[in-house]
């Protein structure tokens, strides 16, 4: 891979500095020189999906974001589970991408941070499958009890969850040159 993937990284908790932006930022210091990472952390400014809305003329919000993700030749979406489900914003966010085609076999990372999160991640894996995402097992990551594995200076602090992360940044890795 000569020049840097752009990839679009999708916030999935609405908290200003919650543990998926330090971990997306982590993620985006450990790949700089692979990824151009551009993090969207405005998740819970897009307006309430209405199909009434999405026909000629969609919300100038929604024109943007979904110009973030087809301009990116990757996204990397990081997500808390709330509820043993997904957030209602990143659900949202996604409803407005299934009337287009814009992430039909584009290389995605599904990151799933929570305390528990194995319902959550099983439910985003399912909507992603849904719009046609290009992801594999191994471009998915369940990491549970985040809170106690990043500190606020956006480092890993438990090795086990460094390791997987290296793994998860390889086979993300991998996604594109098989494109």
Same mark, same amino acid.
């Given at each position: 891979?000569? &020049?840097?993937?752009? +990839?679009?990284?999708?916030?999935?908790?609405?908290?200003? !500095?919650?543990?998926?932006?330090?971990?997306?930022?982590?993620?985006?210091?450990?790949?700089?020189?692979?990824?151009?990472?551009?993090?969207?952390?405005? /998740?819970?400014?897009?307006?309430?999906? !209405?199909?009434?809305?999405?026909?000629? !003329?969609?919300?100038?919000?929604? %024109?943007?974001?979904?110009?973030?993700?087809? &301009?990116?030749?990757? +996204?990397? /979406?990081?997500?808390? &589970?709330? %509820?043993?489900?997904?957030?209602?914003?990143?659900?949202?966010?996604?409803?407005?991408? %299934?009337?287009?085609?814009?992430?039909?076999?584009?290389? %995605?990372?599904? /990151?799933?941070?929570?305390?528990?999160?194995?319902?959550?991640? &099983?439910?985003?894996?399912?909507?992603?499958?849904?719009?046609?995402?290009?992801?594999?097992?191994?471009?998915?990551?369940?990491?549970?009890?985040?809170?106690?594995?990043?500190?606020?200076?956006?480092?890993?602090?438990?090795?086990?969850?460094?390791?997987?992360?290296?793994?998860?940044?390889?086979?993300?890795?991998?996604?594109?040159?098989?494109?």
């Amino acid at each position: 891979m000569s &020049e840097k993937k752009k +990839v679009l990284a999708i916030i999935g908790s609405t908290r200003a !500095n919650s543990s998926n932006l330090r971990l997306v930022k982590c993620i985006q210091h450990m790949t700089a020189d692979v990824f151009e990472m551009n993090i969207f952390n405005e /998740i819970d400014t897009l307006p309430h999906f !209405n199909p009434d809305l999405d026909k000629e !003329n969609p919300p100038e919000s929604i %024109v943007n974001f979904r110009k973030l993700i087809s &301009e990116a030749d990757g +996204v990397l /979406i990081c997500t808390p &589970e709330y %509820v043993f489900t997904l957030p209602g914003s990143l659900k949202n966010a996604l409803e407005w991408c %299934v009337s287009t085609t814009i992430f039909s076999q584009k290389p %995605v990372g599904l /990151i799933t941070a929570s305390a528990n999160g194995m319902m959550g991640h &099983e439910s985003l894996q399912l909507v992603m499958r849904t719009i046609e995402a290009k992801f594999a097992e191994d471009t998915t990551l369940l990491i549970s009890g985040i809170s106690g594995k990043i500190n606020m200076e956006n480092e890993i602090t438990h090795p086990q969850t460094t390791l997987l992360i290296h793994n998860f940044i390889e086979s993300f890795l991998k996604i594109f040159v098989t494109d």
